[in-house]
């Protein structure tokens, strides 16, 4: 069964300082790679996905996350935080069985200072 | 276009009581879900509906039955609530069954179990 693991239960940036969300999984093959977030009250928004093809994935928001298989990882970057921006961050693994199996990780929640 | 929508939007209960959370989403999507959201543990399956007519138990479905009611709706019901099931409710939709499918997610239910 697939997993995924997120390290950072919580993390604080300044605002307009680089950012990056780590997201590491299990799976046996290549499996779908998803980021969410959350803003405070509200449901889930997809912000990217990687399927296949060129590793760096853009997505909306200025989101960008990079997946390398030799370290299983699929982090999410962005080059200048928002206020805005604050919110919790899910990775989540697709794994191509059936049904479309969503493994969601417990989650970053970022806190933007002034 | 309203997207997902969920009734209630909170909810207190004491310990036995019944309820039914409804689900409904306009983007003629086949496949719906229900996840538990609790802290430090991400996103949970309760129970998923890949398309009208066929409901399928997730991670954890004890405690909660569901209905699809047709392709639009799609139900969750506590039938005797503890407050183990003290949790945020959220309903998603994705257009079809496949792996990579991009969930769509309601605004949550926040349910109190005292």
């Known amino acids: 069964a697939q997993s995924v693991t997120q390290p950072d239960i919580h993390i604080t940036v300044s605002e307009g300082a680089s950012l990056e969300l780590r997201c590491n999984y299990s799976?046996?093959?290549?499996?779908?790679l998803f980021w969410y977030v959350q803003s405070p009250g509200q449901g889930l928004q997809l912000l990217l996905k990687?399927?296949?093809?060129?590793?760096l994935v853009q997505g909306i928001k200025g989101f960008e996350a990079e997946f390398k298989r030799s370290q299983s990882s699929f982090n999410l970057r962005k080059p200048s935080v928002h206020w805005s921006d604050a919110a919790e961050y899910f990775c989540?693994?697709?794994?191509?069985?059936?049904?479309?199996?969503?493994?969601f990780g417990t989650g970053t929640k970022l806190q933007v200072i002034p | 276009n309203a997207g997902v929508t969920q009734t209630p939007k909170f909810q207190v209960l004491k310990t036995g009581q019944s309820m039914t959370l409804q689900c409904a989403q306009d983007?003629?999507?086949?496949?719906m879900y229900w996840y538990r959201q609790d802290p430090g543990m991400g996103l949970r399956l309760i129970y998923y509906?890949?398309?009208?007519?066929?409901?399928d138990k997730g991670e954890v479905p004890n405690g909660y039955n569901v209905s699809r009611l047709n392709k639009r709706e799609f139900s969750l019901r506590l039938e005797s609530a503890a407050p183990s099931q003290t949790s945020v409710y959220f309903c998603?939709?994705?257009?079809?069954?496949?792996?990579?499918?991009?969930?769509?997610f309601g605004p949550g239910t926040r349910l109190l179990v005292l």
């Open positions: 998603a939709s994705s257009a079809g069954q496949t792996y990579g499918e991009t969930q769509y």
């Open positions: 799976y046996g093959a290549t499996p779908y």
């Open positions: 990687y399927f296949s093809g060129d590793t």
């Open positions: 989540a693994v697709g794994a191509p069985r059936g049904y479309q199996k969503v493994t």
């Open positions: 983007m003629n999507h086949n496949s």
């Open positions: 509906s890949a398309s009208e007519g066929t409901t």
